[in-house]
């Protein structure tokens, strides 16, 4: 199979919700041939009238890296299809096998072209929030490999984003908790993202830049997991809740 079959066929995944096997050691991809997929597969969105919205990192907590078995930092894009509102009622029929994970999020305030250090990055980012993202792999019994994992779009599905804050508060050991219903099912210190979650945004600035994209003015950035990710059921309320940052919500039917 070629690159442009692959995306295809994962597009499809995504959009019928119907698993399909991996193909990485199959077709002997490679790191690069899986992000070339990825952007691929995001082509095919962006020509269905999708609009780029931001980036997500994945793997930047050991919790999740030793959840899934993969060990390398990862980046995936996130369009407006991917967006859900605060409280909204999720029908989980159009996804897989949906798995919540707790996150912060950041908003870009000017275009990053270059690798930022920590230090510069209040001239680039305007406001951070608590937000949840969904992920839901497209491959069978969500097993995969690092290459396959990133052809996939690094699982991404579906974020939603509390209200934003100034970037004011030091979030480099903020207690972070995952609540089903009203139950906590998960907490770690946002120290578990690369120690200080303003890091993925370090990291991705780096990855960008090397593959030619910029981070536009207005686009968000999803920093990881700081916990491990948690199937969604029917009729849940699935919380994150920041210390110092609020929480945000979505319902599930
Ligand atoms: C890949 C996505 C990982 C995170 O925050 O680490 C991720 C997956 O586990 O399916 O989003």
Redesign the pocket.
Known sequence: MNKQEIAYILDQAASTAKPVEQMAAKNKLSLDDAYQIQRESIALRVQRGEVITGF??????KA?ME??GVHDL?WGILTNEMELQQNETINLNRWIHP?V?P?IAFRVSKDINRQLTLEELPQFLNAMAPAL?V?D?RYKN?K?SLED?VADN??STGYVIGNWLPLSTDISNLKMDLVINDEIVDSASSAAILENPLQSVVELSRLASEAGLIIKKGQII?A??ATA?HFLKENQVATGQVEKLGSVRFKTV
């Open positions: 997500k990192l994945g793997f930047t907590s999740k959840q899934m990862i798995r994970e996150e993202e992920i792999s969500f995969f994992v690094c699982s999803l990881g997991a990710a």
